[in-house]
């Protein structure tokens, strides 16, 4: 069974950071698609960042980039999001998720082809 448990959120001023952090078990990590999604009250689950299994391949949601960079590391069983220059409209609770069928080279914002999701850390930006 794969776990997957984030850490890093927290409340941060507009135009602050925070790295958040994504523990992933499983012996497989090394081949495991990962991604970032966030979820804000009232609106639906959306797509922020993903990467391939060595981290050659990156993808990001069109309001982040240039503010967020998503980076692993297979020894550690870790991926990350380093999100700079907060905004309030980030705030949201931020899902780590993994697709564990994926090619080597495939990134995806698909919702659908991620099988593990962790519980989630809450971001919250003041202005």
């Known amino acids: 069974q794969v776990q997957l448990v984030e850490s890093g959120g927290g409340l941060v001023q507009a135009g602050g950071s925070l790295r958040l952090s994504c523990a992933v078990s499983?012996?497989?990590?090394?081949?495991?698609?990962m991604a970032w999604f966030r979820q804000a009250p009232g609106k639906e689950r959306e797509f922020v960042a993903a990467?391939?299994?060595?981290?050659?391949?990156?993808q990001y949601a069109d309001s982040v980039k240039g503010r967020f960079t998503i980076s692993r590391d297979n020894a550690k069983n870790t991926v990350f999001l380093q999100m700079n220059s907060l905004k309030p409209e980030d705030t949201a609770v931020y899902y780590c998720?993994?697709?564990?069928?994926?090619?080597?080279?495939?990134?995806?914002?698909?919702?659908?082809?991620?099988?593990?999701w962790g519980q989630g850390t809450q971001v919250t930006v003041s202005s």
């Open positions: 998720a993994a697709d564990p069928n994926s090619f080597s080279s495939v990134v995806t914002n698909e919702y659908n082809e991620y099988d593990y």
């Open positions: 499983g012996r497989t990590f090394s081949r495991y698609t």
């Open positions: 990467i391939s299994w060595t981290g050659a391949r990156t």
